[in-house]
Protein backbone atom coordinates (compact mmCIF):
# COMPACT_ATOMS: atom_id res chain seq x y z
CA UNK A 1 0.00 0.00 0.00
CA UNK A 2 1.16 3.48 -0.36
CA UNK A 3 -0.11 6.55 1.13
CA UNK A 4 -0.54 10.61 0.28
CA UNK A 5 -2.70 13.12 1.24
CA UNK A 6 -4.93 15.76 -0.41
CA UNK A 7 -3.61 19.22 1.13
CA UNK A 8 -6.64 21.51 -0.80
CA UNK A 9 -8.55 21.68 2.17
CA UNK A 10 -7.29 23.19 5.20
CA UNK A 11 -4.98 25.71 6.43
CA UNK A 12 -1.99 23.42 7.89
CA UNK A 13 -2.07 21.80 4.47
CA UNK A 14 -0.07 24.94 3.10
CA UNK A 15 3.62 23.59 2.93
CA UNK A 16 4.85 27.07 4.37
CA UNK A 17 2.43 26.70 7.21
CA UNK A 18 3.72 28.08 10.42
CA UNK A 19 2.26 26.10 13.26
CA UNK A 20 2.57 28.89 15.83
CA UNK A 21 1.23 31.23 13.92
CA UNK A 22 -2.01 28.90 12.79
CA UNK A 23 -2.13 27.85 16.60
CA UNK A 24 -3.44 24.49 18.69
CA UNK A 25 -6.25 25.03 17.31
CA UNK A 26 -7.09 27.57 14.90
CA UNK A 27 -11.22 28.43 13.59
CA UNK A 28 -12.60 25.40 12.17
CA UNK A 29 -10.03 23.25 12.67
CA UNK A 30 -8.14 25.23 10.04
CA UNK A 31 -10.72 24.30 7.16
CA UNK A 32 -10.72 26.97 4.47
CA UNK A 33 -14.04 27.13 3.96
CA UNK A 34 -15.52 29.36 6.40
CA UNK A 35 -19.19 28.93 4.70
CA UNK A 36 -22.58 28.18 6.79
CA UNK A 37 -22.77 25.00 5.26
CA UNK A 38 -18.98 24.41 4.97
CA UNK A 39 -19.13 20.96 6.88
CA UNK A 40 -21.41 19.55 4.29
CA UNK A 41 -19.21 20.74 1.77
CA UNK A 42 -16.34 19.19 2.62
CA UNK A 43 -17.99 15.70 3.76
CA UNK A 44 -19.82 15.70 0.03
CA UNK A 45 -15.99 16.55 -1.02
CA UNK A 46 -15.47 13.34 0.36
CA UNK A 47 -17.96 11.56 -0.30
CA UNK A 48 -17.24 12.49 -4.06
CA UNK A 49 -13.85 11.28 -3.69
CA UNK A 50 -14.59 7.84 -2.55
CA UNK A 51 -17.01 7.24 -4.98
CA UNK A 52 -15.20 8.60 -8.07
CA UNK A 53 -11.69 6.72 -6.84
CA UNK A 54 -11.02 3.82 -9.06
CA UNK A 55 -10.33 0.75 -7.56
CA UNK A 56 -8.11 -0.06 -4.91
CA UNK A 57 -8.26 3.59 -3.95
CA UNK A 58 -9.71 5.27 -0.49
CA UNK A 59 -9.79 8.20 1.29
CA UNK A 60 -9.83 8.76 4.97
CA UNK A 61 -10.05 11.80 7.32
CA UNK A 62 -7.58 11.77 10.10
CA UNK A 63 -7.88 14.40 12.87
CA UNK A 64 -4.55 13.98 14.80
CA UNK A 65 -5.28 14.98 18.51
CA UNK A 66 -1.72 15.78 20.21
CA UNK A 67 -2.07 15.31 24.22
CA UNK A 68 -2.40 18.32 26.32
CA UNK A 69 0.89 19.62 27.60
CA UNK A 70 2.94 16.92 29.86
CA UNK A 71 5.13 17.57 33.07
CA UNK A 72 7.97 16.08 30.58
CA UNK A 73 7.18 18.73 28.08
CA UNK A 74 7.88 21.42 30.99
CA UNK A 75 10.70 19.41 31.67
CA UNK A 76 12.04 20.35 27.84
CA UNK A 77 11.63 23.78 28.19
CA UNK A 78 13.25 23.61 31.10
CA UNK A 79 16.73 21.96 30.43
CA UNK A 80 16.26 22.46 26.53
CA UNK A 81 16.15 19.97 23.63
CA UNK A 82 19.85 19.03 22.98
CA UNK A 83 20.15 18.74 27.26
CA UNK A 84 16.45 16.69 27.30
CA UNK A 85 17.39 14.22 24.83
CA UNK A 86 21.12 13.20 25.64
CA UNK A 87 20.33 13.08 29.58
CA UNK A 88 16.94 14.67 31.41
CA UNK A 89 14.82 12.45 28.72
CA UNK A 90 16.24 9.50 30.60
CA UNK A 91 15.58 9.88 33.76
CA UNK A 92 11.92 10.08 35.83
CA UNK A 93 12.58 13.74 37.29
CA UNK A 94 14.63 16.07 38.91
CA UNK A 95 14.17 18.04 42.64
CA UNK A 96 11.21 19.89 40.83
CA UNK A 97 9.12 18.17 38.56
CA UNK A 98 8.23 14.22 38.13
CA UNK A 99 8.14 13.46 34.11
CA UNK A 100 8.23 9.55 34.25
CA UNK A 101 7.56 6.82 33.60
CA UNK A 102 4.44 7.67 32.09
CA UNK A 103 4.53 11.88 32.57
CA UNK A 104 0.81 12.93 32.82
CA UNK A 105 -0.88 16.33 31.79
CA UNK A 106 0.22 19.30 33.62
CA UNK A 107 -2.87 21.93 34.76
CA UNK A 108 -2.24 23.60 31.67
CA UNK A 109 -2.41 20.17 29.36
CA UNK A 110 -6.00 19.74 31.13
CA UNK A 111 -7.23 22.84 30.05
CA UNK A 112 -6.02 22.43 26.52
CA UNK A 113 -7.65 18.92 26.16
CA UNK A 114 -10.94 21.19 27.78
CA UNK A 115 -10.24 23.51 24.95
CA UNK A 116 -9.72 21.12 22.08
CA UNK A 117 -13.34 19.23 23.65
CA UNK A 118 -15.00 23.08 23.13
CA UNK A 119 -13.41 23.70 19.99
CA UNK A 120 -15.40 20.26 18.93
CA UNK A 121 -18.55 21.27 20.41
CA UNK A 122 -18.61 24.75 18.70
CA UNK A 123 -18.25 23.11 15.25
CA UNK A 124 -20.95 20.12 15.73
CA UNK A 125 -23.97 22.80 15.14
CA UNK A 126 -22.36 23.52 11.69
CA UNK A 127 -22.16 20.02 10.85
CA UNK A 128 -18.53 19.24 11.23
CA UNK A 129 -18.48 15.21 10.99
CA UNK A 130 -17.70 13.34 14.72
CA UNK A 131 -15.44 10.36 14.16
CA UNK A 132 -16.75 7.69 14.24
CA UNK A 133 -13.39 5.60 15.46
CA UNK A 134 -11.45 6.78 18.05
CA UNK A 135 -7.30 5.65 18.99
CA UNK A 136 -5.22 6.42 21.24
CA UNK A 137 -1.80 6.27 22.66
CA UNK A 138 -1.60 4.36 25.84
CA UNK A 139 0.50 6.96 28.03
CA UNK A 140 -1.59 8.63 30.50
CA UNK A 141 -1.16 12.13 29.05
CA UNK A 142 -2.90 10.79 25.64
CA UNK A 143 -5.82 8.97 27.43
CA UNK A 144 -6.30 11.99 29.93
CA UNK A 145 -6.22 14.10 26.79
CA UNK A 146 -8.81 11.86 24.79
CA UNK A 147 -11.09 11.44 28.39
CA UNK A 148 -11.24 15.29 28.75
CA UNK A 149 -12.27 15.75 25.05
CA UNK A 150 -14.41 13.08 24.43
CA UNK A 151 -14.88 10.41 27.04
CA UNK A 152 -17.12 13.08 29.85
CA UNK A 153 -20.29 12.18 30.47
CA UNK A 154 -21.85 15.47 31.03
CA UNK A 155 -24.94 16.18 29.93
CA UNK A 156 -23.18 18.36 27.26
CA UNK A 157 -20.16 16.02 26.00
CA UNK A 158 -18.82 15.53 22.71
CA UNK A 159 -20.61 12.34 22.21
CA UNK A 160 -23.23 10.28 22.93
CA UNK A 161 -22.32 7.44 25.37
CA UNK A 162 -23.08 4.48 23.16
CA UNK A 163 -20.09 6.26 20.90
CA UNK A 164 -17.48 6.63 23.81
CA UNK A 165 -14.85 3.90 22.57
CA UNK A 166 -11.34 4.06 22.00
CA UNK A 167 -9.02 1.95 20.99
CA UNK A 168 -5.45 1.99 22.83
CA UNK A 169 -2.21 0.88 20.59
CA UNK A 170 1.58 0.57 21.65
CA UNK A 171 3.83 3.58 21.60
CA UNK A 172 7.61 3.92 23.28
CA UNK A 173 10.87 4.89 23.89
CA UNK A 174 12.25 8.24 26.72
CA UNK A 175 10.93 7.05 30.43
CA UNK A 176 8.36 9.78 29.99
CA UNK A 177 7.07 7.40 27.52
CA UNK A 178 7.36 3.96 29.23
CA UNK A 179 3.82 3.45 29.37
CA UNK A 180 2.49 2.03 32.67
CA UNK A 181 1.38 -1.84 33.00
CA UNK A 182 -1.74 -3.12 31.73
CA UNK A 183 -3.57 -4.02 34.56
CA UNK A 184 -2.50 -0.53 35.94
CA UNK A 185 -4.52 0.99 33.21
CA UNK A 186 -7.43 -1.36 32.97
CA UNK A 187 -7.86 -0.02 36.42
CA UNK A 188 -7.86 3.45 35.81
CA UNK A 189 -9.12 3.32 32.05
CA UNK A 190 -11.83 0.18 32.20
CA UNK A 191 -14.01 -1.21 29.59
CA UNK A 192 -16.01 -0.81 27.70
CA UNK A 193 -14.84 2.77 26.78
CA UNK A 194 -11.36 1.99 26.71
CA UNK A 195 -10.52 -0.94 24.56
CA UNK A 196 -6.93 -2.24 24.40
CA UNK A 197 -5.57 -3.57 21.06
CA UNK A 198 -5.40 -7.35 21.18
CA UNK A 199 -2.00 -8.92 22.48
CA UNK A 200 -1.39 -5.83 24.22
CA UNK A 201 1.31 -6.46 26.48
CA UNK A 202 1.43 -6.50 30.54
CA UNK A 203 4.82 -4.70 30.27
CA UNK A 204 5.93 -1.97 27.65
CA UNK A 205 7.54 -3.95 24.81
CA UNK A 206 8.73 -1.19 23.19
CA UNK A 207 10.73 0.73 26.02
CA UNK A 208 14.71 0.75 25.52
CA UNK A 209 15.94 2.35 28.52
CA UNK A 210 18.99 4.02 26.76
CA UNK A 211 17.58 4.40 23.00
CA UNK A 212 15.05 6.97 21.54
CA UNK A 213 13.45 4.72 18.99
CA UNK A 214 14.43 6.14 15.40
CA UNK A 215 12.18 8.11 13.12
CA UNK A 216 12.06 5.27 10.09
CA UNK A 217 10.63 2.62 13.20
CA UNK A 218 8.33 5.67 14.10
CA UNK A 219 7.15 5.96 10.04
CA UNK A 220 6.63 1.82 9.89
CA UNK A 221 4.78 2.19 13.19
CA UNK A 222 2.50 5.39 11.37
CA UNK A 223 2.20 2.81 8.51
CA UNK A 224 0.92 0.23 10.84
CA UNK A 225 -2.05 1.94 12.29
CA UNK A 226 -2.92 3.26 8.87
CA UNK A 227 -3.29 0.00 7.73
CA UNK A 228 -5.63 -0.67 11.05
CA UNK A 229 -7.23 2.56 10.04
CA UNK A 230 -8.12 1.57 6.72
CA UNK A 231 -8.90 -1.83 7.37
CA UNK A 232 -12.24 0.02 9.19
CA UNK A 233 -15.18 1.30 7.18
CA UNK A 234 -15.57 3.83 8.86
CA UNK A 235 -14.02 7.34 6.60
CA UNK A 236 -13.65 10.19 9.48
CA UNK A 237 -11.37 8.84 12.64
CA UNK A 238 -9.49 10.74 16.04
CA UNK A 239 -6.26 9.22 16.75
CA UNK A 240 -4.79 11.49 20.18
CA UNK A 241 -1.41 10.77 20.37
CA UNK A 242 2.35 12.42 20.16
CA UNK A 243 4.16 14.90 18.14
CA UNK A 244 6.54 12.39 17.03
CA UNK A 245 4.44 9.81 16.38
CA UNK A 246 2.20 11.97 14.06
CA UNK A 247 5.06 13.05 12.27
CA UNK A 248 5.65 9.26 11.53
CA UNK A 249 2.31 9.67 9.91
CA UNK A 250 2.98 12.68 8.15
CA UNK A 251 6.34 11.20 6.79
CA UNK A 252 4.33 8.50 5.35
CA UNK A 253 1.51 10.18 3.48
CA UNK A 254 4.59 12.55 2.02
CA UNK A 255 4.24 15.85 4.04
CA UNK A 256 6.72 17.18 6.21
CA UNK A 257 6.95 17.48 9.79
CA UNK A 258 4.63 19.97 11.28
CA UNK A 259 5.14 21.33 15.03
CA UNK A 260 1.80 20.69 16.50
CA UNK A 261 1.46 22.36 19.80
CA UNK A 262 0.32 20.83 23.06
CA UNK A 263 -3.26 20.62 22.87
CA UNK A 264 -3.78 20.96 19.02
CA UNK A 265 -5.49 19.27 16.53
CA UNK A 266 -4.25 18.62 12.43
CA UNK A 267 -6.73 17.18 9.99
CA UNK A 268 -5.51 15.60 6.90
CA UNK A 269 -7.51 13.58 4.21
CA UNK A 270 -5.28 10.41 3.58
CA UNK A 271 -5.52 7.99 0.11
CA UNK A 272 -4.55 5.18 -0.13
CA UNK A 273 -3.83 3.39 -2.79
CA UNK A 274 -3.28 -0.20 -3.24
CA UNK A 275 0.17 -1.27 -5.30
CA UNK A 276 -0.66 -4.30 -7.17
CA UNK A 277 1.54 -7.76 -6.70
Given at each position: ?????????????????????????????????????????????????????????????CFLGRHGEGWHNVAEAKYG?????????????DSEITWGPDALLTPLGETQ?????????????????????????????????????????????????????????????????????????????????????????????????????????????????????????????????????????????????????????????????????
Amino acid sequence: MSYSTVPIFFAQDDPNADPSTIGALPPRFGLLDDSEDRWKTFQSAIGCLNAEAPGGVSYKVCFLGRHGEGWHNVAEAKYGTEAWDAYWSKLDGDSEITWGPDALLTPLGETQALQAREAWKSEIPKGIPVPAKFYSSPLRRALDTWKETFGLRSNDAVLDKSKRTVLILEYGVHTCDRRSTLSSLVTIYPPPTYVFEEGFAEEDPLWQKDEREPKPHIAERARAVLEVIFREPDIYISITAHSGFFNGVLAVIGRSDYALPTGGVLPVVVKRTAIPN
